[in-house]
């Protein structure tokens, strides 16, 4: 088994990528070349992509990742992180000793390359990894606690019969009183999204937020007949105006994500108007309709801490899952400094 790092821009790649994906069930949209050309088209942020495979070159397993920079060159070192969403990905076909083994070839070769570009290393699990956790231990990788929500969505009946009394009655009164959940049809609706979401971020998440590239990206990439559909934008749009929009990618046959999303529901609610709420249930119908089986609401926090968002997604109902993460500090000094600092500007600069 040997690792190696293959060009994600090399059109022969991204194809031998995808036909790999095709024939495994566990790959999703964060770990396939349709995430990877978004990343590509955008030119927001690095990448990478790690490939495990046999002597005679057949693939045993994939990891992408992303590398992130935060607050421009000055505070580069200090704001640099790497993650990897769902990763490492599997053929299907190992056995628990063979991806043991594919994440002992992979790992080692991720730290090589990452250990002096950014702060830290961080996987998002999407499923039971616990198979793993000697092998990523190992590597230098500690295991931290997160919870998610994974819901249904093979029928919508009862994925809808599945929501609480005042979310399904939210979604009907949205309905019923003109507010439309839609395609975003122009990059404008797109702008007006982005810029809702922007100012969400400023003023309560207080969290970095990728550039409009990459939404406006995502979304041309969602007009382009000759590549697959990397997921929906939806818009919520209330008397000619767009007050709510999602970023939901997809993996057909899989999981369609609640990437980023945000909506005006305390300043219509006096009008029976829930754009969030509606999205969501939105964006639920349209994963069924491209064949998704689970609507996968990507992260609910800390267990026993208190969460706001945690408190409103619960109420779509689903099947609560800790399947954590796994962080590598490569600089603990610099860590502890950034995190200090981080909090800091959160406070004064409303970050």
């Not at 990459?214 to 000619?240: C, M, N, R, W």
């Not at 754009?275 to 964006?283: E, F, G, K, N, R």
């Not at 998704?292 to 800390?302: Q, R, V």
């Not at 026993?304 to 945690?310: A, D, L, Q």
Request: aromatic residues 12%; proline residues 5%.
């Amino acid at each position: 088994m040997k690792a190696r790092i293959a060009d994600h821009t090399d059109p022969k790649t991204l194809n031998r990528w995808e036909e790999w994906c095709r024939n495994n069930p566990s790959a999703h949209f964060f770990q396939s070349p349709r995430f990877a050309r978004l990343l590509n088209g955008s030119g927001v942020y690095d990448s990478g992509l790690l490939v495990a495979e046999t002597g005679d070159g057949v693939w045993q397993g994939v990891l992408f990742y992303i590398l992130f920079h935060e607050y421009g060159r000055t505070f580069r070192r200090l704001t640099s992180r790497a993650v990897i969403y769902g990763g490492p990905v599997f053929s299907p076909a190992l056995s628990t000793e063979e991806r043991q083994a594919t994440a002992g070839a992979l790992l080692p070769l991720l730290n090589n390359n990452l250990k002096k570009r950014c702060l830290y290393i961080q996987f998002r699990n999407f499923s039971d990894s616990s198979e793993l956790e000697t092998v990523f231990k190992s590597h230098g990788y500690k295991f931290s606690d997160r919870l998610n929500l994974l819901k249904s969505i093979t029928d919508p009946e009862k994925a809808f019969a599945g929501l609480s009394p005042s979310r399904r009655r939210q979604v009907r009164q949205s309905r019923d009183n003109g507010l439309i959940v839609r395609e975003a049809q122009t990059m404008e609706e797109v702008d007006a999204f982005y810029a809702l979401l922007k100012a969400l971020y400023r003023d309560k998440v207080r969290k970095p937020l990728p550039t409009l590239e990459l939404f406006s990206h995502f979304f041309l990439q969602g007009t382009d007949f000759a590549q697959q559909s990397p997921g929906k934008i939806l818009v919520a749009e209330y008397q000619g105006r767009v007050v709510g929009g999602m970023l939901a990618p997809f993996t057909p046959e899989g999981r369609i994500f609640e990437w980023y999303v945000c909506g005006l529901d305390k300043e219509y609610a006096r009008q029976g108007v829930y754009p969030s709420v509606a999205l969501t249930w939105a964006a639920m119908e349209a994963g069924h309709a491209a064949g998704c089986h689970t609507f996968d609401f990507l992260g609910m926090g800390i267990p026993g801490k208190p969460y706001g968002v945690r408190d409103f997604k619960a109420r779509f109902g689903g099947e609560w899952v800790n399947y954590g993460r796994r962080i590598r500090v490569n600089s603990p000094l610099l860590y502890n400094l950034a995190e200090i600092g981080y909090n800091v500007m959160r406070l004064v600069r409303r970050v």
